[in-house]
């Protein structure tokens, strides 16, 4: 399995990050990349655009190691597997004075420490000129040696599945997110698209690393056959699927954190950010029924796709699965829920501003006239705002 980064994310995940750091004082990087990225423009014109595109990921890959997030990610996730760490020696120099860490297997001498800066200097760049020039391969192979990987039978299961994982640039917030194409072929590829800033600032890897988890959370749960995920068509008017597409989005969300929590692993909210996220949206339901429901699902270990979709399309499934009806909230309350979205029962639209209980804050002639047109019509049916104001029109007592 090979993990892929766009040139257009490196690139500008670099920039950012090096342009940081020179700010905050730290230009070893940042001098690093320019003595390297410089000279290439001496470079006939058509050869410049693979040099610096091979500069631009020795410095993603190796030397700040943006990529880690995503792996570090993908493993949280049980995407692929868990990396072992590799041990340190610590060498104590003659002296007393404080030791080097050395990574194990890294080659050290008495004679190499005496080496001038100068010379060290020259030494990194050769180095890095020569990985430059054998940097032709533009993919993360993630290593499969036994003896360097700690496998886990859920992460084999889901690490084996996968043919490629893409990290894209996205162009704004809107643009972010995963998916993962080519599911029905049975070599699905992973495709995450994140934006370059959240590469910029080392302080706020760890935001970074959420929104990563998160996301590769809902590529996992579209790979798992228990989840049983299909692009499902949403009937409805275009106001109506975008609706139920945004509860849809945020059930998954909840199920998607709900999990990460009792792994105690950072999400990109808390549990009580997303419960004001589902109280707007679902604020018409009593309070105590609202915090029961979302109890319910954050508590819920499995949920199907098919089980999400239906509870963002139907608030009687919602509320079904979740409570119990008694004598103070019962079947018949819930019909008479209006949530934000909903349609109107009068002219169908979609209807963000309810009037609850039009009876007892209109005229007696407003609420015959609604009858004359919608002879079912109840007040406890409710209606939206604008109706009701052209009632009153008609019935003159606006």
């Known amino acids: 399995m090979k993990i892929n980064y766009s040139p257009q994310l490196m690139e500008e995940g670099v920039f950012r990050h090096l342009n940081h750091l020179e700010r905050s004082g730290m230009r070893a990087d940042y001098d690093e990349y320019h003595s390297l990225a410089d000279p290439i423009y001496e470079l006939p014109e058509d050869d410049r655009e693979e040099a610096f595109a091979k500069v631009n990921e020795l410095f993603f890959r190796e030397k700040l190691q ?3 997030h995503v ?4 493993e949280a996730c049980g995407l692929i597997p868990k ?3 590799t041990p340190k020696k610590v060498l104590a120099p003659a002296g ?3 030791g080097v860490a050395l990574e194990e297997g890294d080659e050290g001498s008495a004679e190499g420490s005496e080496e001038t800066d100068a010379e060290s200097e020259s030494s990194e760049e050769a180095a890095g000129a020569e990985l430059i020039e054998t940097l032709d391969d533009t993919s993360t192979v993630v290593d499969e040696d036994k003896s360097e990987i700690q496998y886990e039978e859920e ?3 889901f690490e084996e599945k996968i043919k490629e994982i893409t990290i894209k640039r996205a162009i704004n917030k809107v643009d972010e997110g995963s998916n993962v194409l080519n599911r029905v072929s049975g070599l699905p590829v992973i495709e995450m698209r994140v934006l370059a800033s959240r590469f910029a600032n080392p302080e706020e890897m760890e935001e970074l690393g959420a929104f990563l988890v998160h996301e590769f959370m809902h590529a996992r749960d579209m790979m798992d056959p228990e989840f049983d995920y299909e692009d499902a068509f949403i009937p409805g008017n275009p106001s109506m699927k975008n609706l139920i597409t945004a509860r849809f989005r945020l059930l998954w969300n909840i199920f998607v954190d709900s ?6 692993i950072m999400s990109v909210m808390t549990k009580e950010s997303r419960y004001r996220e589902f109280d707007n949206y679902y604020r018409k339901i009593p309070e105590q029924q609202r915090r029961g429901i979302f109890e319910g699902l954050w508590l819920t270990e499995k949920l199907t796709h098919e089980e999400l979709l239906s509870m963002a399309t139907d608030l009687e499934t919602l509320i079904s699965t979740y409570i119990d009806y008694s004598e103070d909230f019962t079947e018949e309350d819930q019909e008479f829920i209006h949530l934000q979205g909903s349609p109107c029962p009068l ?3 979609p209807t963000y501003n309810w009037v609850d209980d039009p009876e007892s804050v209109c005229d ?5 006239a609604i009858q004359i047109d919608f002879q079912d019509w109840e007040s406890k049916d409710g209606a939206c705002d604008r109706c009701i104001e052209v009632y009153e029109l008609r019935a003159g007592t606006s």
């Open 96 to 98: 007393g004075e404080s």
């Open 259 to 264: 999990r990460l929590a009792r792994k105690k």
């Open 364 to 368: 007696e002639m407003v609420i015959e």
């Open 66 to 68: 943006l990529g880690d």
């Open 71 to 74: 792996l570090r990610a993908l």
């Open 83 to 85: 990396r072992q760490k």
């Open 347 to 349: 002219c169908k639209f």
């Open 155 to 157: 992460d084999r299961l």
